[in-house]
Every structure is written in structure tokens, then in C-alpha cells.
């Protein structure tokens, strides 16, 4: 038996989205997407007990200290975010002479938010439709 896998759940409008865009750019050349930045996030928790521990113990047993694992309610956690394009890794702004610069993001709702599209207008960085 397997642990099932994780997938984004993506709704109807989420996945039609994707498919337009897909089609849209299908066709792109190598110098075209030299043009995007892309980008991404992950949280890291900083805590103890993130690991999933296995044990070999008896039912009477399941809450013997040797037997349980530890865990923090609200655990200590970072936010990091990268960026990369064909010619660099790291920020998202570029001092290559005012190259246009498409900036492709995955449409998480964080990615509108008021202080992000000012640090891209900032950095003269427009979003890929």
C-alpha cells in the first residue's frame, strides 16, 4: 500500500486559464522566452518534529514517551522566493541597458497583492497574460 500523492486542486476556470495560456505561448521562440522571468515560493518550517517517525510498539504503548513524536502547534516558519531567467538567477529586476522583461507567476492570489505589483512597476517588470 502507497501514500497517496499530493496535488494542487485546481478549479474548472483555474485549469481553462491554463490551457488558454498554454496554447497562446506554445509556439514561442527560444528568444521570446529568453524575455521571462519566472518565479516561486516555499515555506520552510523551523522546528523540531517535522519528520514523519515510524515506531514499533503495542497498543498499550501509543502514548509511552519513546513513542511519540513532537510536534509545535504553531511552528516558526520562512517564506522564501526566487526567481530565475535564461541569463540570471535572483531578483526580480534586471540593469541590462532596458531590456523588456515578461514576469510568468503561477496566479496565487499572494501574487496581486497591492505591494507586489508596486515592487514590479518599480522594477519595470509586467505580467505575462
Known amino acids: 500500500m502507497a501514500t ?5 486542486l485546481l478549479t474548472n476556470k483555474q485549469m481553462k486559464n491554463r490551457m488558454v495560456w498554454a496554447r497562446a505561448h506554445k509556439n514561442w521562440t527560444l528568444e521570446e522566452w529568453g524575455t521571462v522571468v ?4 516555499s515555506r520552510f518550517e523551523v522546528s523540531i518534529g517535522d519528520t514523519r517517525s515510524r515506531v514499533i510498539r503495542t497498543k498499550s504503548e501509543a502514548f509511552n514517551t519513546d513513542c511519540l513524536r513532537t510536534k509545535v502547534k504553531f511552528p ?3 517564506m522564501v522566493w526566487g526567481s530565475m531567467s535564461s ?6 529586476y534586471f540593469a541590462d541597458g532596458g531590456r523588456k522583461r515578461g514576469f510568468q507567476q ?14 514590479m512597476t518599480e522594477n519595470g517588470l509586467e505580467t505575462l497574460p
Open 4 to 8: 497517496a500523492k499530493h496535488k494542487p
Open 106 to 119: 503561477d496566479g496565487a492570489p499572494c501574487h496581486s497583492a497591492r505591494m507586489v505589483k508596486v515592487c
Open 87 to 92: 541569463s540570471s538567477v535572483g531578483r526580480p
Open 76 to 78: 516558526v516558519s520562512i
Open 38 to 41: 519566472w518565479s516561486d515560493e
